[in-house]
Nanobody, 122 residues
C-alpha cells in the first residue's frame, strides 16, 4: 500500500501561482511513477501531469503545458506541482496518484490521495 497526502491548495487570483506537494508513505516511493489529476465540479477527473520513477520523463496535459511543472524528490518521498499563470479554469480538486508504470491514464494509477482544493478567482 502507498499512502498519499496532498497539501498546498488554496485560493489565488488569476495570474498567480501555487505549489502543491504530495508526501508518500508505505512502499518504496522511488518504485512508482507519480501523477497529478484534477476534477472540477460537474466534470470528469482529468490528467494534469506525470513523472517517471527517476524523474527523467514527464508528461503534461496540453491545457497546462508551459505553466505547470511536476518534480519529485525521492529522498523526501515527495512529488510537487508548481502551478504558474493560473486561470479560473484551473479551479478543481487536485489529486496526487501513484502508478507502477509511467502513464497519463487514470486507470494506471492504483493509489490516490484525498485531494486538495485549488480555487482561482478572476
Amino acid at each position: 500500500q502507498v499512502q498519499l497526502v496532498e497539501s498546498g491548495g488554496g485560493l489565488v487570483q488569476a495570474g498567480g501561482s501555487l505549489r502543491l506537494s504530495c508526501v508518500a508513505s508505505g512502499r518504496t516511493f522511488s518504485n512508482y511513477a507519480m501523477g497529478w489529476f484534477r476534477q472540477a465540479p460537474g466534470k470528469e477527473r482529468e490528467f494534469v501531469a506525470a513523472i517517471s520513477w527517476s524523474g527523467a520523463s514527464t508528461s503534461y496535459a496540453d491545457s497546462v503545458k508551459g505553466r505547470f511543472t511536476i518534480s519529485r524528490d525521492n529522498a523526501k518521498n515527495t512529488v510537487s506541482l508548481q502551478m504558474n499563470s493560473l486561470k479560473p479554469e484551473d479551479t478543481a480538486v487536485y489529486y496526487c496518484a501513484a502508478a507502477q508504470r509511467f502513464s497519463s491514464s487514470a486507470g494506471a494509477f492504483a493509489y490516490w490521495g484525498q485531494g486538495t482544493q485549488v480555487t482561482v478567482s478572476s
